[in-house]
């Protein structure tokens, strides 16, 4: 009884086949892993995680992770698109500091090409602040990203987000208002598709 039990579980991993996971275009199609499957269409829709340090191979890139979803399949190949990212948990706790604001902004856009994003924009203070000063920072934030969105394609938008050019041009606006300790994209999600 048990020998056929342990054979069925060898066979059933005999069938399956290996595809590899390739990041899309504008992350450098580059090979970030593997999975098996006995049928393609299994393969297709499964979300893959990994870090930013290990597609840029920069170590103090190591805090933030990515999510890819698998969307076309070619022989063994299995193309994906991104599907977001977030800061890990414990990153985001050594952020937070003792008599320091923490100001989100949380916005659902639209980019230029018709993706939907969710996109959720951290800024840390160095001392607490009034709430009229979070206020303007929040404005900033939201007029920056509707910008960004409104201009920028899906891949240009996630691009900047990943890499921090978003996050550094809302610091440099927001600055102004008052001492900032840290800004950042702390998390994006890919909600909608375009139909076409």
């Given at each position: 009884?048990?020998?056929?039990l342990?054979?069925?579980?060898?066979?059933?991993?005999?069938?399956?086949?290996?595809y590899?996971?390739?990041?899309?275009?504008?992350?450098?199609?580059?090979?970030?892993?593997?999975?098996?499957?006995?049928?393609?269409?299994?393969?297709?829709?499964?979300?893959?995680?990994?870090?930013?340090?290990?597609?840029?191979?920069?170590?103090?890139q190591?805090?933030?992770?990515?999510?890819?979803?698998?969307?076309?399949?070619?022989?063994?190949?299995?193309?994906?698109?991104?599907?977001?990212?977030?800061?890990?948990?414990?990153?985001?706790?050594?952020?937070?500091?003792?008599?320091?604001?923490?100001?989100?902004?949380?916005?659902?856009?639209?980019?230029?090409?018709?993706?939907?994003?969710?996109?959720?924009?951290?800024?840390?203070?160095?001392?607490?602040?009034?709430?009229t000063?979070?206020?303007?920072i929040r404005?900033?934030?939201?007029?920056?990203?509707?910008?960004?969105?409104?201009?920028l394609?899906?891949?240009?938008?996630?691009?900047?987000?990943?890499?921090?050019?978003?996050?550094s041009?809302?610091?440099?606006e927001?600055?102004?208002?008052?001492?900032?300790?840290?800004?950042?994209?702390r998390k994006?999600?890919l909600?909608?598709?375009p139909?076409?």
């Open positions: 009884m048990n020998d056929t342990s054979r069925a579980t060898r066979d059933k991993w005999r069938r399956k086949e290996w590899d996971i390739i990041l899309p275009r504008y992350f450098g199609e580059t090979k970030v892993g593997e999975t098996p499957s006995d049928d393609p269409e299994k393969v297709d829709g499964r979300v893959f995680e990994t870090t930013l340090a290990a597609i840029t191979g920069d170590f103090s190591e805090y933030m992770k990515m999510y890819f979803q698998v969307d076309e399949i070619e022989g063994h190949t299995a193309r994906t698109v991104f599907k977001g990212h977030e800061y890990l948990r414990d990153y985001l706790r050594s952020l937070v500091r003792r008599r320091s604001t923490k100001v989100d902004g949380f916005f659902r856009v639209y980019t230029k090409d018709g993706y939907r994003v969710k996109v959720v924009v951290t800024a840390m203070t160095q001392r607490r602040i009034q709430t000063k979070e206020v303007a404005k900033i934030m939201t007029a920056i990203v509707e910008d960004k969105a409104e201009n394609t899906f891949d240009q938008l996630a691009h900047e987000m990943v890499l921090g050019k978003l996050a041009d809302v610091y440099n927001a600055k102004n208002v008052c001492a900032l300790r840290h800004v950042g994209v994006s999600e909600l909608a598709i139909n076409n």
